[in-house]
């Protein structure tokens, strides 16, 4: 099966446009640290032009700041997020930006030489949690354990195949009672020292992610736990 979604060509049921506050604990090198999160999701509609969306995800811990800002822009189709323009920068280091060409159809990088083609599907760190909410809100009876979903994912400097794997439906406390969630897993292949990424996915929250813990792999962690979940007025 292709890495890239064409396989999924279909109208999405997108989530709507929110702001999400977490809370942050994070291990660094055996150092805990902790603070808040905060992700803004934009789903933008005008007569006259394409549909958008707008993805903002900011960092902030008590000593130092804000210690990680990215955004994602671009538009939906038919597929899900077409990511064109993915930025991140981490504290105390320069901004870096992974560009989606549609023109001439490749990604390419701020901080290297690499290039990719672009087939269609293709998200970066950011829009891929995004993208995974839209596929799981379709065809919500298809979700099985064990059923997963594949994608090709850019990175600050290059890109790489990513498998998020359903393992389980739980429920979790939060900060807004005891929710209902799929629990997703994003593991690197064995043979790789790549991040793990988990999930997890409120289904009565319209499948926003309210827990989010990365891993790496030399043991450094760092967990987002939902405070509130705000919608626009319409």
């Known amino acids: ?45 005008s007569e006259s032009q394409a549909k958008l969306y707008r993805l903002s995800s900011e960092t902030k811990v008590p000593l130092f700041g804000k210690i990680l800002t990215s955004s994602s822009n671009g538009s939906i189709m038919d597929f899900g997020l ?20 549609r023109d001439r159809k490749l990604i390419h990088f701020s901080e290297s030489d690499l290039t990719y083609p672009i087939q269609g599907g293709e998200q970066d760190r950011l829009s891929a949690t995004w993208q995974l909410v839209a596929l799981v809100r379709n065809h919500a009876e298809q979700n099985k354990v064990g059923r997963e979903w594949k994608m090709f994912v850019a990175g600050q400097r290059d890109a790489d195949p990513w498998v998020f794997t359903l393992m389980e439906y739980t429920k979790i406390k939060t900060a807004l009672g005891e929710l209902d969630v799929l629990h997703i897993v994003k593991a690197p292949p064995p043979d790789a020292q790549g991040q793990k990424l988990e999930l997890w996915l409120a289904s009565n929250f319209d499948y926003y992610p309210v827990w989010i813990r990365f891993q790496d ?5 760092l967990e987002q736990k939902i405070i509130s979940i705000t919608k626009p007025l319409k």
């Open 217 to 221: 792999s030399n043991g450094d962690q």
């Open 82 to 101: 077409a990511p064109d323009r993915f930025i991140e920068k981490r504290f105390r280091r320069a901004e870096s930006t992974t560009y989606f060409d």
């Open 1 to 45: 099966m292709s890495w890239h979604l064409s396989c999924y060509a279909e109208k999405f049921k997108l989530a709507p446009s929110a702001d999400l506050l977490y809370s942050l604990k994070s291990s660094q090198k055996g150092i805990p640290v902790s603070g808040e999160a905060r992700i803004n999701w934009q789903v933008i509609e």
